[in-house]
Nanobody, 125 residues
Framework: QVQLVETGGGLVQAGDSLRLSCVVS????????MGWFRQVPGKEREFVAA????????DYADSVKDRFTISKGSARNSATLQMNNLKPEDTAVYYC??????????????????WGQGTQVTVSS
C-alpha cells in the first residue's frame, strides 16, 4: 500500500522560511509526479506547487511563485517544498500528493492518487 509521509510544518513569523518534505513509501517500483496543496477551514483545497516525475518540470500558484520552490528530495520518490518569505496568508494545512501515471505537472486534486496526512503551517504577523 502506497503512503505519503510529510514532515516539516510548524509555527514561524512572517518573513521566515520553512521546508516541508514528503516521501512515498510502500511501492518503490513506480515513479511519481508530486504536488503540494493547502487548505484552511471552510475553504477548498488549494493548489500550491507541482513537479513532474522527473523533476524537470515545475508549476506554481501565482500566490507563491518566487517564494516557494518544489524539488526532488534526496530519497527516490520524494519531494520538498522550500517556503521563503512566509506570509500570514500562507497559514494552512499543507498536503503532499502523488500520482504514478502521466507526464508533466498536475494542478487539480482529483488528478492525484495518494495523499499525505497533512502538516500544519502557521505564520504569525
Amino acid at each position: 500500500q502506497v503512503q505519503l509521509v510529510e514532515t516539516g510544518g510548524g509555527l514561524v513569523q512572517a518573513g521566515d522560511s520553512l521546508r516541508l518534505s514528503c516521501v512515498v513509501s510502500g511501492d518503490t517500483s513506480k515513479t511519481y509526479a508530486m504536488g503540494w496543496f493547502r487548505q484552511v477551514p471552510g475553504k477548498e483545497r488549494e493548489f500550491v506547487a507541482a513537479m513532474s516525475w522527473t523533476g524537470g518540470s515545475t508549476d506554481y500558484a501565482d500566490s507563491v511563485k518566487d517564494r516557494f520552490t518544489i524539488s526532488k528530495g534526496s530519497a527516490r520518490n520524494s519531494a520538498t517544498l522550500q517556503m521563503n518569505n512566509l506570509k500570514p496568508e500562507d497559514t494552512a494545512v499543507y498536503y503532499c500528493a502523488a500520482r504514478s501515471l502521466g507526464f508533466g505537472t498536475f494542478r487539480r486534486p482529483s488528478e492525484y492518487e495518494v495523499w499525505g496526512q497533512g502538516t500544519q503551517v502557521t505564520v504569525s504577523s
